[in-house]
């Protein structure tokens, strides 16, 4: 079993950064893909980011690109998620996950939900204007 626990939220204005973390328990952390979503009051849980194994590749929600920034250090079996000129629209809940299979090597399924094995809690983020 995989414990991921979110860090770093808070209340930032507009045009400000936050740098969200997810760190993971156990020993096969630097295999999985990782991915992060979020879920704004009202609306269904959406794709943030996502990152390979082993950090060489990335994907990212257009309405995030160029702003944010995801990471990983697998000697410290962390995700980061850099979040740079924010908006009130990037308010919400951020979840990291985990695919542990790797279905998520597959282009089309990546901002799938149902191919991460494992989620966090959440961490929330509130953007002001």
């Known amino acids: 079993q995989v414990q991921l626990v979110e860090s770093g939220g808070g209340l930032v204005q507009a045009g400000g950064s936050l740098r969200l973390s997810c760190a993971a328990s156990?020993?096969?952390?630097?295999?999985?893909?990782m991915g992060w979503f979020r879920q704004a009051p009202g609306k269904e849980r959406e794709f943030v980011a996502r990152?390979?194994?082993?950090?060489?590749?990335?994907s990212y929600a257009d309405s995030v690109k160029g702003r944010f920034t995801i990471s990983r250090d697998n000697a410290k079996n962390t995700v980061y998620l850099q979040m740079n000129s924010l908006k009130p629209e990037d308010t919400a809940v951020y979840y990291c996950?985990?695919?542990?299979?790797?279905?998520?090597?597959?282009?089309?399924?990546?901002?799938?939900?149902?191919?991460?094995?494992?989620w966090g809690q959440g961490t929330q983020v509130t953007v002001s204007s």
């Open positions: 156990g020993r096969t952390f630097s295999s999985y893909a």
């Open positions: 996950a985990a695919d542990a299979a790797r279905r998520t090597m597959v282009p089309g399924r990546i901002k799938n939900q149902r191919d991460y094995d494992y």
């Open positions: 990152i390979n194994w082993s950090g060489g590749s990335t």
